[in-house]
């Protein structure tokens, strides 16, 4: 099987339309559309014209799904089951971050309460 690189080089631009992703990824428009419909995590933008506008998140996404189905072999239910379980990981870990960050922000609240209230149990003295 054909070794392509992981990392794609994505032009700086907002939005990309069907036949640019197309291009980048080395595949039909047709398979674009197809695993729109198969993954739910692509989902283009659609401009007053309706036609599809990818945004970088979408063909980073693209890029990935190409490189587990004709990479790695994975099947689509397979890729799709491993980017849910990915996904839901990446999620619980930002939680997890932000729970840290809420506790030490509480941490730091509380201490500076405290040094003032010695402040001012002292200057009372």
Same mark, same amino acid.
């Given at each position: 099987?054909?070794?392509?690189?992981?990392?794609?080089?994505?032009?700086?631009?907002?939005?990309?339309?069907?036949?640019?992703?197309s291009e980048l990824l080395g595949v039909d428009p047709h398979v674009l559309r %197809?695993?729109? $419909?198969?993954?739910?995590?692509?989902?283009?933008?659609?401009?007053? @014209? &309706? =036609?599809? /506008?990818?945004?970088? #998140?979408?063909?980073?996404?693209?890029?990935?799904?190409?490189?587990?189905?004709?990479?790695?072999? %994975?099947?689509? $239910?397979?890729?799709?089951?491993?980017?849910?379980?990915?996904?839901? @990981? &990446? =999620?619980? /870990?930002?939680?997890? #971050?932000?729970?840290?960050?809420?506790?030490?922000?509480?941490?730091?609240?509380?201490?500076?309460? %405290?040094?003032?209230?010695?402040?001012?149990?002292?200057?009372?003295?």
């Amino acid at each position: 099987m054909k070794q392509e690189p992981d990392l794609l080089d994505i032009p700086d631009k907002k939005y990309f339309r069907i036949g640019e992703v197309s291009e980048l990824l080395g595949v039909d428009p047709h398979v674009l559309r %197809y695993w729109e $419909s198969e993954f739910a995590s692509i989902k283009p933008y659609r401009g007053k @014209s &309706k =036609q599809r /506008l990818y945004r970088h #998140k979408d063909v980073r996404k693209l890029h990935q799904i190409k490189q587990l189905l004709r990479v790695q072999g %994975y099947t689509i $239910s397979g890729a799709r089951e491993l980017l849910t379980r990915t996904d839901s @990981s &990446k =999620q619980e /870990l930002e939680e997890k #971050k932000m729970n840290r960050n809420e506790y030490e922000r509480l941490t730091f609240i509380k201490n500076e309460l %405290y040094s003032l209230q010695r402040k001012l149990s002292n200057s009372d003295d």
